[in-house]
T-cell receptor, first 113, second 114 residues
Framework: TQLLEQSPQFLSIQEGENLTVYCNSS?????LQWYRQEPGEGPVLLVT?????EVKKLKRLTFQFGDARKDSSLHITAAQPGDTGLYLC?????????????FGQGTTLQVKP | ETGVTQTPRHLVMGMTNKKSLKCEQHLGHNAMYWYKQSAKKPLELMFVYNFKEQTENNSVPSRFSPECPNSSHLFLHLHTLQPEDSALYLC?????????????FGDGTRLSIL
């Protein structure tokens, strides 16, 4: 059974601080997707990383896929209150075109002004 | 607007009631999914439909009955639910046949069982 462990599960920080969220597994994934979910809404895709060692940047968010494609991290620089939400990582197994995703349990981020 | 619409947004029902959740996607996708989201637990995949055919049932109790009449519509029929079934039910869609496609989620139905 493929599992994704996300840490920390909850993070409360002040505006302007940096943070990193980790997503780890013993399984290899064909890709890793990161989603953000706000209260009352469904998850929305932030980024997909596919190649081992890949780094993608989305404004103040930096996503990295581990060399062995078993882990990923999300780093936020100078967090803003608008970054508050639930961050979910999801791994695509097999050839990556079955549509099935394995989700981590999520990291709830609260950024206080 | 995500292109995936779920109704109703909120539902309160008794354990003996029968109700249905509806999901519609306007993205031209060919796969649709039902997930259950409970507090402090990972998103639980319930059912997967590819081209209207059910390809996955993750040991979901028979009190949940999915229906996919076409690639754009997905239903979840509910009957004799239990209090532990209270959760946010999310529908998603994606495009199969291309590698690593993301899933597009609706905003969910918040279900409360009395």
């Amino acid at each position: 059974t493929q599992l994704l462990e996300q840490s920390p599960q909850f993070l409360s920080i002040q505006e302007g601080e940096n943070l990193t969220v980790y997503c780890n597994s013993s399984s290899v994934f064909s890709s890793l997707q990161w989603y953000r979910q706000e209260p009352g809404e469904g998850p929305v895709l932030l980024v997909t990383v596919v190649t081992g060692g890949e780094v993608k940047k989305l404004k103040r968010l930096t996503f990295q896929f581990g060399d062995a494609r078993k882990d990923s991290s999300l780093h936020i620089t100078a967090a803003q209150p608008g970054d508050t939400g639930l961050y979910l990582c999801a791994g695509a197994g097999g050839s990556g075109n079955t549509g099935k995703l394995i989700f981590g349990q999520g990291t709830t981020l609260q950024v206080k002004p | 607007e995500t292109g995936v619409t779920q109704t109703p947004r909120h539902l309160v029902m008794g354990m003996t009631n029968k109700k249905s959740l509806k999901c519609e996607q306007h993205l031209g996708h060919n796969a649709m999914y039902w997930y259950k989201q409970s507090a402090k637990k990972p998103l639980e995949l319930m059912f997967v439909y590819n081209f209207k055919e059910q390809t996955e049932n993750n040991s979901v109790p028979s009190r949940f009955s999915p229906e996919c009449p076409n690639s754009s519509h997905l239903f979840l029929h509910l009957h004799t639910l239990q209090p532990e079934d209270s959760a946010l039910y999310l529908c998603a869609s994606s495009r199969l046949g291309q590698v690593n496609q993301p899933q597009h989620f609706g905003d969910g139905t918040r279900l409360s069982i009395l």
